[in-house]
């Protein structure tokens, strides 16, 4: 803010009369009080990384080497204290922010606007304001297939923020400005509000599928469950006490799979990212018996995801959920596309999580199969039959390209690990990337694509693919893609699939591509909307969040 004399001395003209009087200034345009100040800070912050040395006596300097955290009600400190006090609501840990230490402190004599307690909230404010706005954990320590980067601000920036608005503003600015984040924030404050208590009843013993017209006992802890979670009549009476709902009289008629109850679990399975078909199958007993403990491990992992993601994604993109097996086309708040999709099994070929930008798409593709997938999927039949790739239209190179007979090749000679040659498939329409695909280049290989397996997208769980998005409505997309860079997107696609040449289309601007991992989130009307971890991540979140001292209340815990 200031480097000489006379700008010293305008700050202390222009500062409001709570400020403290600047002492007669020196050669160096400081005052003797800014010199011991700044002296105390570099003894504060000698073990400090030099990066957050250099930051905090930036702040400083440009201060004047004037206290910022100015105690007392409404203060920056006070602010600073009560926000951090409430890190337990966002999913954080409260201890990890030294909270308690920085009140006792402000509470000892001659301690306020000293170096040694504005460095003490300095960092506590450095640290809680980053992990509220990029996360506690790095994603990539986690697992490499959540190659998420969060953007985390250095101290420097972090500081001058300060600069620009009150604390409180600062903090909340930091925080994700999803509209997911508050509402995870208020489903955490009601379940936590639910452990330790009866309020979901017991869970539905396993047995057989459940259909409407059957009877039996099990169709009456359905009935009990979904009316403890909010579906069905008289629901708001029966989360409180162990009356049946008023619909219900008798034990028989609560024994009965009626239509009233079929409709209510339609509405569960929706709610749930479940085929909506109001059969209480395996899938949708497993969601429903999912515990308060359950749910709120999933929303602490789903709060720092939001984390993870909080910068600007770009108005117009592309956003692939994995466990919700959905792809959908964002431009500007509105979504002009959106369509079911299959991810990667589960068991080997999990899709990753990252980012990247789409360039372009191509017609009528050539399907070049990965090595990966050449050796464990076509190797093994190769050895049986060298036939089996004409019969898929397939064919065999080498690696510097020329074409090999696969009935001149003894297959039993090669491994994963020796395999010379590489695989490609024409395109057909049984060619397994159908008709188009979309290209956002990435090290893990992985795009969207069209597919002939039609009957994949009718199941509710979709983990079927080698890490790729096939998508159930891959033609739509590229006709909105292309609206506004063609005349006639429809026409232009038509011809170019009728060619049935391999075609390559550039897009004028390049799409940001996220694909994540949310599995709790708010749907338009506010009802939180659950996903099965399909590939375990949650849990694998979770745990490095308790390894930085996340924690559920001890009534989950016990």
């Known amino acids: 803010m200031v480097g000489t004399l006379a700008q010293g001395a305008m700050a202390q003209d222009a500062a409001p009369p709570a400020a403290p009087a600047v002492p007669q200034a020196t050669a160096t345009g400081l005052s003797a009080d800014a010199i011991a100040f700044r002296d105390g800070l570099a003894h504060e912050t000698a073990g400090l990384d030099e990066t957050t040395r250099a930051a905090i006596d930036g702040f400083y300097a440009s201060r004047d080497y004037r206290p910022f955290w100015n105690a007392g009600e409404g203060s920056p400190l006070a602010t600073l204290e009560a926000s951090v006090e409430q890190a337990d609501a966002q999913g954080l840990p409260f201890f990890r922010y030294d909270a308690d230490a920085l009140q006792l402190l402000a509470g000892e004599p001659g301690m306020v606007g000293s170096p040694k307690l504005e460095v003490a909230a300095t960092r506590t404010y450095i640290r809680f304001t980053g992990d509220l706005s990029a996360g506690i954990v790095r994603p990539l320590d986690i697992d490499p297939e959540i190659n998420v980067k969060p953007k985390r601000a250095t101290a420097a920036a972090l500081l001058a923020r300060l600069s620009d608005g009150s604390v409180s503003e600062v903090l909340r600015a930091a925080e994700p400005q999803d509209p997911d984040y508050r509402a995870l924030m208020a489903e955490k404050e009601r379940l ?33 469950r979904l009316a403890r979670l909010g579906y069905g009549p008289d629901t708001a009476q029966a989360a409180v006490d162990d009356a049946a709902p008023a619909a219900v009289e008798t034990a028989a008629a609560a024994s009965a799979f009626d239509p009233g109850l079929e409709a209510e679990v339609k509405r569960f399975q929706k709610d749930n990212g479940l085929v909506d078909d109001g059969v209480a199958g395996r899938r949708t007993i497993d969601a429903l018996n999912a515990s ?6 999933q929303v602490v992992v789903n709060l720092e995801r939001l984390r ?7 108005a117009r993109r592309i956003e692939v959920n994995i466990p919700d097996f959905s792809v959908v086309l964002l431009d500007h708040g509105n979504i002009p596309w959106s369509s079911r999709a299959v991810v990667g099994n589960a068991a080997e070929t999990r899709t990753p999580e990252f980012s990247d930008e789409m360039t372009y798409m191509v017609v009528n593709p050539t399907w070049h199969i990965p090595d990966s997938i050449a050796t464990r999927v076509y190797l093994p039949k190769l050895r049986k039959d060298p036939t089996v790739l004409a019969r898929s239209n397939m064919r065999l190179f080498t690696r510097s390209g020329v074409e090999i007979n696969p009935k001149l090749v003894n297959f039993n000679q090669y491994t994963a690990e020796n395999f010379p040659f590489r695989v ?10 159908g008709r188009v695909k979309f290209m956002f280049p990435n090290q893990f290989s992985i795009y969207l694509h069209d597919t002939p397996h039609r009957e994949l997208f009718v199941k509710d769980a979709r983990a079927f693919s080698n890490g790729c998005i096939r998508l159930q409505e891959p033609i739509e997309l590229a006709e909105v893609l292309l609206k506004g860079q063609v005349p006639d997107p429809q026409a232009s696609i038509d011809g170019w699939l009728a060619a049935k040449s391999e075609r390559y289309v550039y897009l004028d601007q390049p799409l940001p591509v996220y694909i994540m991992y949310r599995s709790a989130w708010a749907d338009p009307d506010g009802t939180i909307q659950y996903r099965a971890d399909i590939y375990g991540r949650d849990g694998e979140v979770f745990r490095a969040l308790e390894a930085k001292g996340v924690s559920l209340p001890d009534a989950a815990q016990g």
């Open 192 to 224: 936590e509000g639910l452990l330790g208590t009866d309020a979901w009843g017991a869970p539905v013993p396993a047995g057989p599928t459940l259909h409407v017209g059957e009877s039996s006992p099990r169709v009456a802890d359905l009935r009990a």
């Open 424 to 433: 490609k498939q024409n395109p057909n329409s049984a060619n397994a990337l």
């Open 292 to 297: 308060p403990e359950d749910r709120l491990e």
């Open 308 to 314: 993870w993601m909080n910068h600007d994604l770009g």
